[in-house]
């Protein structure tokens, strides 16, 4: 970023989004298969009733499915998780091995249901230009701030700085990343609603249910947080309300 600032001083914020850009969207699309085998194993899940409940359901949900993994999750921990990765052609669905050796066939496959429901309602894709706008706009609020003097004159320099000015950044930019923090766990929250949503009519609520009961007996989850304390740190909704929600569908 200083080199692109030495280089084309005021348009630096433009270069530099663009390159965080391309480093992101690159993450996404290769992390599963780059990055990950790095630290866990990940096999394609083998033949046998559990491949054959998936496949029936994406077929029946209309959904080509093509790369089904199991993680070697339980080499470091006991939590269990399934996640979509990479976009397009290189996309694929990673299950931890704890999740299959925590739950039923039919609690796995209302799992994957909604990992399937991010997917189809666009999650992921709508997640990552948030991600690449929220970049945009604290780059381009960066470039105000490098570009004002007075920043560095109030943190005691006599002369303009442009490291003074990215540690005032620093302190005044909080505020509003903990604004724009509470949106993002807000839409994710929302974005989760509509992924149990996909599961319950293409799969079963019953099943989620009991996967999610399951999943948050493992994970320690806390049955009752604050409804407070919800809005500002959670990604996800809280169980009960998840099952609330669901038995209205
Ligand atoms: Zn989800």
Not at 56 to 68: I, R, T, W, Y
């Given at each position: 970023m200083i080199w692109f600032y030495q280089v084309t001083q005021g348009y630096?914020?433009?270069?530099?989004?663009?390159?965080?850009?391309?480093?992101?969207?690159?993450?996404?699309?290769?992390?599963?298969?780059?990055?990950?085998?790095?630290?866990?194993?990940?096999?394609?899940?083998?033949?046998?009733?559990?491949?054959?409940?998936?496949?029936?359901?994406?077929?029946?949900?209309?959904?080509?499915?093509?790369?089904?993994?199991?993680?070697?999750?339980?080499?470091?921990?006991?939590?269990?998780?399934a996640y979509f990765a990479g976009l397009g052609a290189k996309k694929r669905i990673v299950l931890y091995d704890t999740l299959i050796k925590d739950l039923e066939v039919g609690e796995l496959v209302a799992v994957l249901a909604h990992e399937i429901g991010h997917y189809k309602k666009k999650h992921a894709r709508k997640g990552i230009a948030v991600a690449l706008c929220q970049?945009?706009?604290?780059?381009?609020?960066?470039?105000?701030?490098?570009?004002?003097?007075?920043?560095?004159?109030?943190?005691?320099?006599?002369?303009?700085?442009?490291?003074?000015?990215?540690?005032?950044?620093?302190?005044?930019?909080?505020?509003?990343?903990?604004?724009?923090?509470?949106?993002?766990?807000?839409?994710?929250?929302?974005?989760?609603?509509?992924?149990?949503?996909?599961?319950?009519?293409?799969?079963s609520a019953t099943a989620l249910g009991s996967a999610l009961k399951k999943l948050s007996v493992n994970n320690l989850s806390n049955l009752t947080p604050h409804p407070a304390y919800v809005f500002f740190n959670y990604s996800h909704p809280p169980l009960l309300q998840r099952l609330r929600a669901m038995a209205t569908i």
């Open positions: 630096f914020w433009i270069y530099t989004w663009l390159l965080i850009s391309g480093f992101m969207i690159f993450m996404v699309m290769f992390y599963s298969s780059l990055i990950v085998p790095l630290f866990n194993k990940q096999t394609p899940l083998e033949q046998g009733e559990l491949r054959d409940a998936i496949e029936a359901f994406s077929s029946q949900a209309g959904f080509q499915l093509d790369n089904v993994f199991v993680i070697d999750g339980s080499r470091r921990s006991t939590k269990a998780n970049a945009g706009i604290m780059l381009f609020i960066l470039s105000l701030f490098i570009a004002n003097p007075l920043l560095s004159v109030a943190l005691g320099a006599h002369i303009h700085s442009f490291h003074l000015a990215l540690i005032s950044f620093a302190l005044l930019y909080s505020p509003l990343s903990t604004v724009m923090g509470l949106a993002m766990n807000s839409l994710s929250r929302r974005n989760e609603y509509e992924a149990d949503r996909f599961a319950a009519r293409h799969s």
